[in-house]
């Protein structure tokens, strides 16, 4: 099985389709390549799926990196991406770098992500100059979730379209757009020679990305409008636990099949 790089994540643009989900540990990772994905993206969204954090910013290097390590070993196929999180590339250049390599140097990913367009245009072509690819990420950058006062959809053509613009001339080799509307992310793909990878961004993006416990249907209350559930496997998961439950406490598991004689 042959591993996706990133010339060729670059050259299906406008050919084909991109697909991209989360995983943050080995089984996980294993059965999303095993069914063919593109990419598997390691996103600082393991502090609000895995690690219980209300956002994203507490998020450290060493969590994404052990959260990283298994899913390398698992990806024989996919492309690894690992996101940087917050206050690991804001500070500088000198920072950026070093983070961004010691995170692809232990944990076995194959690129790096980090939020921000036109702002962090200096740190991207300084982690590109090194050799590390990038992968960009804006409109609804979650890290800044403070700054920009919540959660909402990004409407500021001008903007968006001068970070998309901004974050490609720094040499990244795609970029997210989360929460932007359609219109805007069809012009921005248009307009870009990098794949765009859409969270809610509708369908004219290059390629799609979701967080896989999304995807599954094992997040609880909260359920953004872009995410389709295809599997409700929070109730399937509920309902075997309290089958077993019940079984035990009425000496029906184990039975005679699965004892040993
Ligand atoms: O952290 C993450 O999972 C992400 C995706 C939502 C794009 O950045």
Do not use: W
Request: overall charge negative; hydrophobic content about 40%.
């Amino acid at each position: 099985m042959e591993k996706i790089t990133v010339p060729n994540i670059r050259a299906r643009k406008g050919k084909e389709k991109l697909t991209m989900l989360t995983a943050y540990d080995y089984i996980f990772a294993e059965i999303i390549d095993n069914a063919g994905i593109d990419m598997i993206l390691v996103g600082d969204s393991v502090g609000t799926t895995m690690l219980g954090y209300k956002n994203t910013i507490p998020v450290t290097v060493e969590e994404m990196i052990h959260h990283t390590k298994p899913v390398s070993r698992a990806a024989k196929k996919a492309l690894v991406v690992i996101d940087m999180p917050f206050m690991s590339y804001q500070e500088g250049i000198e920072q950026a770098k070093r983070n961004a390599g010691r995170m692809i140097k232990e944990s076995g990913a194959e690129t790096v992500k980090l939020e921000g367009g036109a702002k962090m245009k200096d740190v991207i072509k300084a982690i590109v100059d090194i050799d590390i690819p990038v992968m960009g990420h804006i409109g609804l950058t979650p890290q800044s979730v403070h700054a920009l006062g919540g959660y909402k959809v990004q409407k500021e053509m001008d903007r968006l379209i001068n970070d998309a613009k901004a974050v490609e001339e720094a040499g990244a080799f795609a970029i997210v757009l989360e929460c932007v509307p359609r219109d805007i992310s069809k012009i921005i793909t248009e307009e870009l020679s990098i794949p765009t990878i859409g969270i809610g961004a509708g369908p004219d993006c290059d390629g799609q990305v979701l967080v896989i416990y999304d995807l599954l249907g094992l997040m609880g209350a909260f359920r953004p409008k872009f995410v389709k559930r295809y599997m409700d496997l929070r109730t399937d998961i509920e309902s075997g636990i309290k089958r077993y439950i019940d079984e035990v406490k009425n000496g029906i598991f184990p039975d005679d099949t699965h004892s040993f004689h």
